[in-house]
């Protein structure tokens, strides 16, 4: 009935019904054209710039009326020639045609490039006080290190990155106020080549005045003349202000660090021949005080809980204080450590005071201890991914041990001075999550027992090497190794001999529950072996698992070493601060099957 009533009103007022389906038929469409591209034999990079200049034209396709139609399409053809231009094409075939499918419109384009044109003849032209007889290597220098040189390919990135490459290694020394005043590209399509012309005036030559600071409020300006130092008159030289600028901002001390020669305003300088520049120094300090914390989870220790204190500028002099506190079900700590600024060849001095209590199977210790550590990081190569880190340490601990039913030394006092050496080099593809590389560390020790008037020696070297096994995969390898040196009767520190066992060691026993034993007390011994091969499979860039055995003994000799043999799987996690793992170990000497964890969370 209401479809009757619909009909009769349309017929009363004239509106034919074929008329509406028409007309709607008719409506514009907002349908982006679907872009079809003859590849012609471009190479990839270059259809990527054609793809790229098409696709901002197309855009404005999808909201187009009849009368722009045709001149987006010329917009269009346009674009792909000027983004074959990009590539060294001066002279090409482009053709748009327009159709129409099932989607809606088609562009159809084909191409034929042409040549690409290559550079037939390049000109760098010098003008300033680079052009003195003092100079000539110099200029040759840099026009043999010109990057589009004859013969290139004429792609647009090079022309540009050449021109500032150029530009950047005239002002690099002497001539900070170089500027390039002219540059210029010949195009001839008919011979597809093209003659380049750059002009450079370097100025006069540039010599450092005095350092002016901005930016300090807390810091002394003691510390910028600390690392900055020359005598006005000194020839500019972007790698020593480089160096500087490392130096203050490996301080810790500020937030960022700015050094350039501070310009004068207007063009009068350029007529001199020398220019002597103050050096500006800008600085943001880093906050004087900071409070962090910590709290990590392990199958060794339980939950661990740390806060540390920093205090930059202690007594108004560049010093750094550092006091924290930790504490786990086996050990706890306080310490207060005093920071140096970094030395010259980047190494930090730090002194300090420690209190530390552990009890670690049947083994208790308090020590009070003071000392003096030397580290640096550093690399011999600055352009390799390998890495150093060596460390000199001066301690003297004074101990009071505790060793449950050990019929020989139950309760005894240990005052030791010990002096540390210890160096890591470091070769992987990523700090964190290592997929292929290796890593070495070696240490040295020296101590003395005061009590018993004897002296003891340690060496230890360890090292781990990753495989990578095809697209995400890794096959590990660890080995360590170490060795005391005393006599039979000797007692040296906790911490200076050696124990194994659970994670990152040998899994699937207890932590540090392999060593000599004292009683019931398992103690530092003399020799450690230790070697470890794990699979790990990951199923994306996240997850994964792991197949691992582990084998080694922490015995007073290696000729008394029974190895301790463990396996498992496990279940691997990757994160920012590398991976966790949750591994379940068998022990076969033990025949206990553990699980293994390590999380870490800071805030």
């Not at 009071?400 to 002096?419: C, E, G, M, Q, S």
């Not at 020799?527 to 792991?546: C, K």
């Amino acid at each position: 009935m209401h479809t009757l009533r619909l009909l009769f009103f349309l017929c009363l007022f004239g509106v034919p019904i074929l008329s509406l389906a028409q007309a709607a038929e008719e409506l514009p469409k907002n349908v982006k054209p679907e872009v079809v591209i003859d590849p012609s034999g471009l190479s990839p990079d270059t259809l990527v710039a054609v793809q790229k200049g098409i696709s901002a034209i197309v855009r404005q396709a999808d909201d187009q009326d009849a009368g722009e139609a045709e001149r987006i399409r010329r917009k269009g053809r346009d674009a792909v020639i000027s983004a074959l231009a990009t590539k060294g094409y001066f002279s090409p075939e482009v053709t748009l045609e327009v159709g129409e499918d099932i989607g809606g419109d088609t562009w159809d384009i084909s191409i034929e490039p042409g040549e690409v044109s290559k550079v037939s003849s390049v000109n760098n032209i010098f003008f300033g006080r680079i052009t003195e007889p003092a100079y000539t290597d110099r200029v040759e220098a840099l026009r043999q290190s010109w990057g589009l040189p004859v013969g290139e390919d004429f792609i647009n990135e090079k022309w540009s990155n050449s021109k500032t490459a150029l530009l950047d290694k005239t002002q690099e020394k002497d001539f900070y106020l170089a500027r390039m005043t002219q540059t210029q590209a010949v195009v001839n399509p008919a011979t597809a080549t093209v003659e380049t012309t750059t002009i450079i005036d370097s100025g006069p030559s540039v010599t450092l005045g005095h350092v002016e600071v901005i930016g300090l409020r807390r810091v002394p300006l003691s510390l910028i003349h600390r690392y900055i130092q020359y005598t006005p008159g000194t020839r500019y030289d972007q790698d020593q202000i480089d160096e500087w600028q490392s130096k203050l901002q490996s301080t810790n001390f500020f937030r960022g660090v700015f050094i350039h020669p501070k310009i004068p305003s207007g063009e009068a300088i350029y007529s001199e021949a020398t220019a002597q520049l103050p050096l500006q120094v800008r600085v943001t300090e880093a906050p004087a005080k900071t409070i962090t914390g910590s709290l990590a989870v392990d199958d060794s220790v339980g939950l661990r809980a740390e806060a540390v204190y920093h205090h930059q500028v202690v007594w108004g002099k560049p010093i750094t204080l550092e006091a924290g506190a930790g504490a786990d079900i086996e050990t706890q700590r306080a310490y207060l450590d005093f920071y140096l600024p970094p030395n010259q060849n980047g190494s930090v001095d730090s002194f300090g005071l420690m209190l530390r209590h552990s009890d670690i199977n049947d083994e208790e210790v308090y020590r009070l201890g003071i000392g003096w550590r030397r580290k640096r990081e550093f690399k011999l190569d600055p352009n390799s991914r390998v890495e150093f880190e060596n460390s000199w340490a001066a301690m003297f601990n004074y101990d009071r041990v505790r060793r449950k039913d050990d019929p020989l030394h139950p309760d005894f006092i240990l005052p030791a001075p010990v002096l540390t050496y210890d160096i890591l080099r470091r070769d992987v593809d990523d700090k964190y999550n290592p997929r292929s590389g290796n890593l070495i560390a070696l240490g040295v020790g020296v101590g003395r027992n005061l009590n018993q008037h004897k002296n003891f020696y340690r060496a230890a070297a360890r090292t781990q090497v990753w495989f990578p096994v095809g697209k995400r995969d890794i096959i590990t390898a660890r080995v360590e190794v170490g060795k005391v040196w005393a006599d039979e009767d000797a007692l040296f520190p906790d911490d200076f001999g050696y124990r194994t066992g659970g994670a990152r060691t040998i899994r699937g026993y207890k932590y540090y529950g392999i060593g000599d034993r004292a009683g019931r007390a398992i103690i530092g011994t003399r020799a450690l072996a230790v070697g470890s091969v794990e699979y790990m499979r990951y199923f994306n860039d996240t997850l994964g698992m792991g197949v691992f055995v582990d084998v080694g003994d922490a015995a007073p000799s290696f000729r008394e070493m029974s190895m301790h043999i463990g396996y498992g799987v496990g279940a691997l996690i990757k994160t920012p601060v590398g991976p966790l793992n949750l591994d379940l170990a068998y022990g076969q000497k033990d025949r206990r099957i553990r699980l293994h964890f390590s999380l870490g969370i800071a805030f």
